[in-house]
């Protein structure tokens, strides 16, 4: 018999989604670190529909955290003052220019790099949720679409949350918690 999936509350379900959004949309990432447990310890999901609601969830909050953290950080700004700096000296060849601007996107403000994250996993996650789309064991999203829209929901609520909390959260809080789920990750991985 297979587990039964548990729902408390549609306010449980829109709160980890506002959650695991705001978490996500101040520290740039997808949220899948926080939403996993939450799906399948608090939610009993079986793994495989885990994977697929994740990615649904994952591809919301990245989809939202983009633009609204761009409100407080504006990535035209930073891009321009990326390429004013990076001009090549008269004669200098392309390559050195692509490794200055590697080393100044990796030694980014910790804020400019979560949302150049963001940006660059966008089209990434697009396109492997619309191949994957194509199979099968995709149908657990119509199973669970009323779970999915408040989830959702609260999530696009918490991706705002996060996104005006990251003009006031400083870079040292943003880097200590981005360390904390970058050991904790590691440590499950060890495990496995």
């Excluded at 408390?8 to 447990?37: D, H, K, Q, T, Y």
């Excluded at 994740?54 to 504006?74: C, D, E, H, Q, Y």
């Excluded at 400019?112 to 995709?138: E, K, N």
Aim: aromatic share 8%; hydrophobic share 50%; proline share 6%.
């Amino acid at each position: 018999m297979p587990p039964t999936h548990h729902f408390p509350s549609s306010g449980n379900c829109f709160g980890g989604g506002a959650i695991i959004g705001a978490l996500g949309g101040l520290i740039g990432l997808g949220g899948a670190e926080f939403r996993l447990p939450i799906l399948i310890g608090f939610f009993n999901f079986p793994a495989l529909e885990v994977v697929i609601l994740n990615k649904a969830m994952s591809l919301v909050v990245v989809a939202t955290a983009l633009p609204f953290r761009a409100g407080t950080i504006p990535l035209r700004r930073y891009s321009r003052s990326l390429a004013d700096r990076n001009q090549p000296p008269c004669g200098e060849p392309d390559r050195r220019l692509v490794r200055r601007r590697l080393g100044l996107l990796f030694g980014a403000d910790i804020k400019l790099a979560g949302s150049l994250s963001l940006a660059v996993s966008l089209p990434t996650m697009v396109v492997g949720f619309t191949r994957y789309s194509r199979a099968q064991s995709f149908s657990v999203i119509g199973r669970n679409k009323s779970f999915l829209l408040l989830m959702a929901a609260g999530s696009i609520v918490g991706t705002y949350i996060g996104g005006k909390l990251l003009g006031i959260v400083p870079n040292a809080v943003l880097l200590l918690a981005l360390a904390i789920i970058l050991l904790i990750s590691a440590v499950k991985v060890w495990r496995h």
